[in-house]
């Protein structure tokens, strides 16, 4: 190597470093997580039992996003979703709210913090008990706008097998969040395994990775006079 290309090639190659460390600082977090209602996720005690209310903090990720239940219609008094252990199909453990089968209505509100972005990749209804009902679902986005939907009312429970429904929507994101509703049946229609991924703001470039950049900058300046 040429002696006057060695201390440019020595700043380009430290600048370099500084760069690539840099990119992965900046690299925007990701946070993968799957709704399943497992362990104490029940309110007051946290303890779950048939019925009970689902806690609003289960799901939440400080700084990242706020998972909010909610029962849009069926009994006005219930500020959450409730929880049930077996018979929606083969699933257990699922989320349901009250009404009955013609007058109920429920949404799990995935909502970003400080402006990240969340991904819907895919939830399971069942039908309670082990059989078939007929529902209808809609994906918003926070400010109520219309990203996916059923199509209409669908059949929810796979006789003969007693087997669940799938959805997937791997390309459903929102910066607004994702509001999952199911209805006219959230009550004998249960949902579980709601698997969302939020990424979180990316973090600014630090003080010394810029300051690299502008020495660097400099040197380079000097060695062409």
């Known amino acids: 190597m040429n002696s006057k290309n060695a201390p440019r090639g020595r700043i380009f190659a430290a600048l370099a470093g500084a760069l690539t460390l840099g990119s992965a600082l900046l690299a925007t977090p990701v946070n993968a997580a799957v709704l399943t209602f497992d362990g104490d996720v029940c309110e007051p005690s946290g303890t779950c039992s048939d019925s009970s209310l689902i806690s609003q903090s289960y799901g939440d990720v400080a700084g990242v996003l706020d998972v909010q239940y909610a029962n849009l219609a069926g009994n006005p008094g219930i500020a959450s979703l409730r929880f049930w252990g077996t018979d929606y199909n083969d699933l257990v453990r699922v989320a349901w709210t009250d009404g009955g089968d013609g007058g109920s209505r429920a949404e799990i509100f995935l909502k970003p913090l400080n402006g990240g972005v969340v991904t819907l990749n895919s939830f399971d209804l069942g039908a309670w008990p082990d059989t078939q009902r007929t529902t209808s679902f809609t994906i918003l986005d926070g400010d109520g706008n219309l990203l996916a939907s059923s199509g209409g009312d669908i059949t929810i429970g796979i006789q003969p097998g007693n087997l669940h429904n799938h959805f997937d929507f791997g390309d459903v994101a929102s910066n ?38 502008v020495v660097a900058l400099a040197a380079r300046r000097r060695r062409k006079v």
């Open 176 to 213: 607004t969040g994702i509001r999952i509703q199911w209805g006219p049946s959230a009550f004998n229609v249960g949902i579980d395994n709601v698997d969302f991924s939020v990424s979180a703001v990316p973090l600014p470039a630090p003080a010394w990775l810029l300051g690299a950049g």
